[in-house]
T-cell receptor
Framework: QKEVEQNSGPLSVPEGAIASLNCTYS??????FFWYRQYSGKSPELIMS????GDKEDGRFTAQLNKASQYVSLLIRDSQPSDSATYLC????????????FGTGTLLAVQP | GAVVSQHPSWVICKSGTSVKIECRSL??????MFWYRQFPKQSLMLMAT?????????EQGVEKDKFLINHASLTLSTLTVTSAHPEDSSFYIC???????????FGSGTRLTVV
């Protein structure tokens, strides 16, 4: 199993709907997780971080972490066309350097 | 806060030449920086971890003699692509972390095209 895995998509949702993005991880990563958004041709930008089991909300975004199932998700409420991007799940790889390992990313397309 | 600046944004070079990319942490000190490479429609692949004052740590399969990393100060890391070839054309991105629990900040990336 890869350290961090995502469904590559594309995931298509209508404007105003909830987009659900999922990520699973292995035992080899540290127990902190980051969701990044990457527009085409741009570098990633941090949307959310989550370290504890349960939900964390920030505006239209909610991150969910389930350590027992080794599963982390990102919900985007009231999806907008401007949310169309690739969403990357990432976690620091266990060890002193805390190097950040990315999933393959999920391409989200919000249809107007 | 936690701004990372990367330069240049894009560069075109001839095959066989070398290209240097700079990554600076503007408002914090970064003892560790990370270099990634991203090919079209693929995810970010970690190339190496840059350590201030010591040798970089390269990921498996990355040629250390081709991708030279220097981290001479707490705010600057450089990646030099030596003897570049068309297959080295890619999007190179650096990253640093002010605090791990604050997340990792990325530079704006450098698009390298080797002709």
């Amino acid at each position: 199993q890869k350290e961090v895995e995502q469904n590559s998509g594309p995931l298509s949702v209508p404007e105003g709907a909830i987009a659900s993005l999922n990520c699973t991880y292995s035992d080899r990563v540290s127990q902190s997780f980051f969701w990044y958004r990457q527009y085409s041709g741009k570098s990633p930008e941090l949307i959310m971080s989550i370290y504890s089991n349960g939900d964390k909300e920030d505006g239209r975004f909610t991150a969910q972490l389930n350590k027992a199932s080794q599963y982390v998700s990102l919900l985007i409420r009231d999806s907008q066309p401007s949310d169309s991007a690739t969403y990357l799940c990432a976690a620091p790889y266990g060890g002193a350097t805390n190097k950040l390992i990315f999933g393959t990313g999920t391409l989200l397309a919000v249809q107007p | 806060g936690a701004v990372v600046s990367q330069h240049p944004s894009w560069v075109i070079c001839k095959s066989g030449t070398s290209v240097k990319i700079e990554c600076r942490s503007l408002d914090f000190q970064a003892t560790t920086m990370f270099w990634y490479r991203q090919f079209p429609k693929q995810s970010l692949m970690l190339m190496a971890t840059s350590n201030e004052g010591s040798k970089a740590t390269y990921e498996q399969g990355v040629e250390k003699d081709k991708f030279l990393i220097n981290h001479a100060s707490l705010t600057l890391s450089t990646l030099t692509v030596t003897s570049a070839h068309p297959e080295d054309s890619s999007f190179y991105i650096c990253s640093a972390s002010y605090r791990v629990d604050y997340g990792y900040t990325f530079g704006s990336g450098t698009r390298l095209t080797v002709v």
